[in-house]
């Protein structure tokens, strides 16, 4: 019964995402076409990147509202280094990853040592980081990047956009972490027994902080991908993009609870909110609306995702 449950689940968002765009292409005829289908994935490649990372955080039950900041904190200190420091292509990248990974990390050490609650934690360096944007920026934009550098967000390789082929190799290699490696087994093990994988012999703590610092690296590559996309570091860049990437992951069918969910679903419910905010464009619907349908869907996930549990419960 839990594993029919499972599987109707696993197949009821692709066939969502089906409905959706036989209705798009049927409301508008520019909807299904390679050109817009390519935008799609585009548009939602940065936060197709990011949430990799948060599943991983959801899957043990945690939250992760620093993503947003890092998103925006990278596209900030990126910029910074290559136009006002100077700094190599390359190595402002390295650097800018590894202190998006060192974010991460700093959110798993305050939650695994002093059992503060995620969602606090992460909502703390979420204003922390937000702030440094802005004072290391002055609220101004930075620009001046180099035509390579742009390539990452703007460039082809063959007829394929770069920043889909960067998502695509970002969630190759999530799913490996998650179904070829022990530590994706300890992900689920924390997720659905905390105190059941400590006793077995999980070290939770250093799970955790992998975890996290895992969160912050992949917030990291959306936010280099969507600097070179958009041409220019902005301190509101990565503003409200923790909410959209809980939204995608929820929606694909990783449980709030942890314990549960599949990359394969994550990439189903990113794809559904861009397949519906592209349509809604298109239909010329206000933003305003598409902020109260997004809102809906994320109630609706999780309710389903709490209706479920229930009733596994009782099985």
């Known amino acids: 019964m839990k594993n029919s449950v499972r599987v109707l689940k696993e197949q009821a968002i692709f066939v969502v995402l089906i409905i959706l765009f036989i209705f798009f292409s049927c409301a508008s005829s520019d909807f299904l076409t390679a050109s ?19 599943t991983y955080v959801i899957l043990i039950g945690g939250i992760d509202l620093s993503t947003g900041s890092i998103i925006t904190f990278v596209n900030i200190i990126t910029a910074y280094f290559m136009v006002n420091m100077k700094i190599d292509l390359w190595l402002a990248i390295l650097i800018s990853l590894i202190i998006s990974t060192a974010i991460g990390f700093l959110n798993g050490f305050m939650v695994a040592n002093f059992n503060m609650p995620a969602l606090i934690v992460t909502f703390a360096t979420q204003i922390i980081f937000e702030g440094l944007a802005y004072i290391i920026s002055g609220g101004m934009p930075i620009f001046g990047f180099s035509e390579t550098f742009t390539q990452i967000g703007q460039g082809y390789l063959g007829p394929i956009p770069i920043p889909i082929i960067i998502m ?15 530590f994706g087994r300890y992900f689920y093990a924390l997720g659905g027994n905390e105190t059941a994988s400590q006793l077995s012999g999980i070290r939770v703590r250093k799970v955790k902080y992998l975890i996290y610092s895992l969160s912050g690296f992949f917030a990291g590559v959306a936010g280099i991908v969507m600097l070179a996309r958009t041409n220019s570091g902005q301190p509101t860049a990565g503003k409200g993009y923790e909410f959209k990437v809980i939204t995608d992951v929820v929606l694909g069918g990783v449980s709030v609870a942890g314990g549960s969910g599949r990359l394969s679903g994550v990439i189903a419910g990113v794809l559904i909110m861009g397949v519906l905010e592209n349509g809604m464009v298109l239909l010329n619907i206000s933003s305003y609306v598409q902020m109260v349908v997004e809102g809906i869907i994320l109630a609706f996930a999780v309710g389903f995702d709490c209706v479920q549990k229930k009733g596994l419960l009782k099985v």
């Open 168 to 182: 695509a190799v970002v969630f190759a290699i999530g799913a490996f972490i998650l179904n070829k490696t022990y």
């Open 36 to 54: 817009n289908l390519l935008n799609i994935a585009r548009q939602v490649s940065i936060l197709g990147i990011a949430s990799v990372g948060m």
